[in-house]
């Protein structure tokens, strides 16, 4: 993918997090690859006899545009063009690779169509598939910043683990599992990769065809390197980005190349340093291209000028694209064309070589981690001895293992060890960590006197007390402030009872209301430490039981009368209940959220004795079409008849909590409060760096009991936003409308839902 590297380095070497990578119109990216030079002539040669002939078809890297090789082979296949040796880069080796492995077209095609670009792309694990502490993190910090703290701040190698890819050629290209060379393909093969200790190119002839692939396109600061031993390979195109040298040496009398033409430079990148990064970049890639080109006997140059490189969900765009640059050049082509008897012989002949059976395991081999890790992997896969390969079954449970958030990927494969075949599964722990950080900046704001701006970070320590425990520190200054630890412990390796002993500091300031009025301003005060009892249901669902030693405190600091200022030590039991069912931490588009908290405490503010509440909430997610999304939500609240609670009540108000009245406006003793909203797809970013932009509306209506006489009866709005999900979180902005004149604006980055 070497048009996506070139953009990779520069926005490496500019600092820069870009969304215009990928231009959801179609216009071409600032490091789009050069034309050919005008002045360069492809080989005009004699044409040999078939027999000494040896057609070799190189395929350049280019990212998404590599598309367009499917179709070049795609009209080859047509007009019966034989090929006998391919070579490629990047994306180039994968189509490549996939065609040298047996598929048709067709076959590609349909690979192509089944992939999930978006998440393959991001480089993240799908939301279900977390375990639920994971998912936790997600939710608290809606990003994709984590930092291992094993060795101080360590970043990971890439944005990408590559994990999502590799299990991609994993399973297509299993039936391989034991070639001694690239020869023994249906068409001999060959990619470049680019050894990185060396700054060498590498070409691949023999080992793990999965790996190999991986090796090839892992776009530098995008995916991440493939190590093999002490070298480490990235892509390809820095240093061979059109291999018509390695097909020569495969012995291809004729060589076939499938160029990408992405037009000229994008002259308003030139202004940015990003777009002078990246046309520097391109260059130096280009020109390793120029030998290439004058090499090739048949050029077939595809225009891919109105595509990005990372448009990965315009395949079905692009393909044609070679197919029609192919037809172009029929007239060459077809010079290597066969007879419609020797070409059914050339097929049956590569058909013969196709491999599609895969050996039932009859042990389980786990290399790469030891100790409690290994014991565990063998485990879970020890249900696959003795059973016929299921790739579907086997990527979910290697999907649960990386949801724990200790490997960075997993990869499998079939060995033989003493004559009996069986599964090899490679995990490869996270080299950053753990230790890991997590980084969030919450930002929550619906009026220019009440913003909300903190910066959050969560440690979290692996096996501190043994197999399966954490140790997670939670920390946020701005508002609110927040200093919180906790120990989780499964009672026994493996259980899902557990025991978690938290301590915790909290500082929140809290405005008080009379109708649409601020009286007053109080701090407040939370602190305690406590002792957990849970069990873990599933992967999405946890209820725990407490009980915590507490010192709650308001204390005014604008206003006159203190009469809502109160200091309390009381002994806190609670019972919380969580299913988090949703498919996506940002912006879900199906699924449903659940969480019920119930509490007593033992003292309560102005009276003596104590007090209970319970609290509940249900979000539900559908799909509308392709790119809507319908939800809604209910909320509910109850004091069980306590009453002159004060600023230990229940709230609403702020931003999507009736967001056309203030943050904690409305204060009681039970409420209700329904939402309906639709949001709507406008554009699809580029995955890497963002995913998507939405905008839509939400109606609100709530309820407020047992507030003070200026509560109104039937608070409601209706809102309109624009929401983007980033690297960084969803950001979101709207404006609202509601009851009684309330109108505001609203702000955030953080969770929406």
């Known amino acids: 993918m070497s048009s996506a590297l070139r953009r990779s380095v520069a926005l490496v070497l500019g600092g820069a997090v870009s969304m215009t990578c990928t231009s959801a119109t179609g216009q071409q990216t600032p490091s789009a690859k050069p034309a050919p030079l005008p002045q360069l002539q492809t080989r005009r040669t004699a044409q040999p006899a078939r027999e000494q002939m040896g057609i070799g078809l190189v395929l350049e890297g280019g990212g998404a545009l590599g598309f367009a090789h499917i179709g070049v082979i795609e009209w080859m296949e047509e007009h019966h063009i034989p090929v006998d040796y391919v070579a490629g880069t990047s994306m180039g080796g994968l189509v490549g690779g996939l065609y040298a492995s047996g598929m048709s077209p067709e076959e590609i095609k349909e690979f192509v169509r089944g992939i999930d670009w978006p998440l393959v792309l991001s480089g993240q694990i799908s939301f279900p598939d977390l375990s639920y502490r994971r998912k936790e993190d997600k939710l608290a910090f809606p990003n994709r910043l984590e930092f291992g703290i094993r060795r101080g701040i360590t970043l990971p190698s ?45 070409v691949f002839e023999d080992g793990s065809l999965s790996q190999a692939l991986r090796a090839t396109m892992s776009i530098p600061g995008m995916f991440a390197p493939v190590h093999h031993g002490n070298d480490i390979y990235s892509d390809g195109g820095a240093v061979d980005n059109l291999p018509v040298d390695v097909a020569r040496s495969m012995g291809a009398k004729v060589v076939i190349s499938s160029y990408l ?378 004091s069980f008849g306590a009453d002159n609670l004060g600023l230990a009540g229940v709230t609403l108000g702020g931003p999507l909590r009736l967001s056309a009245y203030a943050r904690n406006e409305l204060l009681g003793t039970d409420y209700v409060f329904g939402q309906v909203g639709y949001l709507y797809r406008l554009a699809q970013l580029n995955p890497v760096f963002a995913d998507a932009i939405y905008a839509g509306g939400v109606y609100e209506i709530g309820k407020m009991y047992g507030g003070n006489s200026q509560t109104p009866s039937l608070p409601n709005d209706v809102a309109g936003a624009v929401l983007v999900k980033t690297l960084l979180g969803p950001v979101y902005a709207g404006l609202t409308i509601g009851d009684s004149d309330h109108r505001r604006w609203f702000f955030g980055l953080g969770r929406v839902f």
């Open 158 to 202: 890439a944005l990408n683990s590559g994990a999502a890819v590799g299990l991609l050629f994993d399973r297509v290209l299993l039936p391989y599992w034991d070639l001694e060379n690239f020869d023994e393909l249906p068409i001999p093969f060959r990619c470049v990769a680019t050894e990185l200790n060396t700054g060498q190119a590498h």
């Open 261 to 638: 033409n992405a037009g000229p430079a994008n002259q308003l990148s030139l202004g940015s340093l990003t777009g002078v990064v990246g046309r520097n970049v391109s260059i130096m890639v280009a020109n390793n291209e120029v030998e290439s080109l004058k090499n090739s006997d048949v050029v077939v140059s595809a225009d891919v000028s109105k595509i990005s490189t990372l448009e990965f969900d315009k395949n079905e765009e692009i393909i044609p694209l070679g197919y029609h640059a192919a037809e172009l050049q029929a007239r060459e082509l077809e010079k290597y064309a066969l007879n419609d008897a020797d070409w059914a012989a050339y097929m049956a002949k590569r058909q013969a070589r196709r491999r599609t059976k895969v050996p039932v395991p009859q042990f389980i081999e786990v290399n790469g981690v030891g100790g409690t890790q290994q014991s565990e992997i063998h485990a879970r896969f020890q249900k696959y001895v003795g059973r016929p390969i299921d790739p579907q079954q086997i990527n979910e449970t290697i999907g649960e293992l990386q949801g724990t958030g200790l490997y960075s990927i997993i990869n499998y494969l079939i060995v033989n060890r003493g004559g009996k075949p069986g599964l090899l599964v490679r995990p490869q722990n996270k080299v950053w960590g753990p230790p890991f950080m997590n980084l969030g900046f919450p930002i929550l704001a619906n009026d220019a006197n009440d913003v909300q701006i903190g910066v959050g970070l969560r440690a979290t320590f692996f096996n501190p007390e043994g197999p399966g425990s954490e140790l997670r520190l939670d920390g946020q200054i701005g508002q609110p402030a927040v200093l919180r630890g906790e120990l989780f412990k499964p009672l026994r390796a493996g259980s899902r009872v557990f025991v978690a002993p938290h301590a915790y500091i909290h500082r929140e300031t809290n405005p008080y209301y009379e109708g649409s009025q601020q009286l007053e301003q109080y701090r407040e005060y939370r602190n305690g430490l406590g002792l957990d009892l849970g069990f873990l249901f599933n992967t999405r669902t946890e209820l725990r039981v407490g009980e915590d030693l507490q010192w709650f405190s308001e204390h005014r600091t604008i206003g006159s009368d203190g009469v809502r200022e109160f200091s309390l030590t009381p002994g806190v039991t609670n019972i919380r209940f969580r299913y988090l069912g949703q498919n996506d931490m940002m912006v879900p588009t199906s699924g449903s959220i659940v969480s019920a908290t119930y509490s007593y405490s033992t003292k309560r503010p102005n009276e003596a004795g104590g007090f209970s509440q319970m609290s509940g909430r249900l979000e539900h997610f559908t799909p509308v079409g392709e790119k809507g999304i319908l939800f809604g939500q209910l909320q509910g609240g109850t």
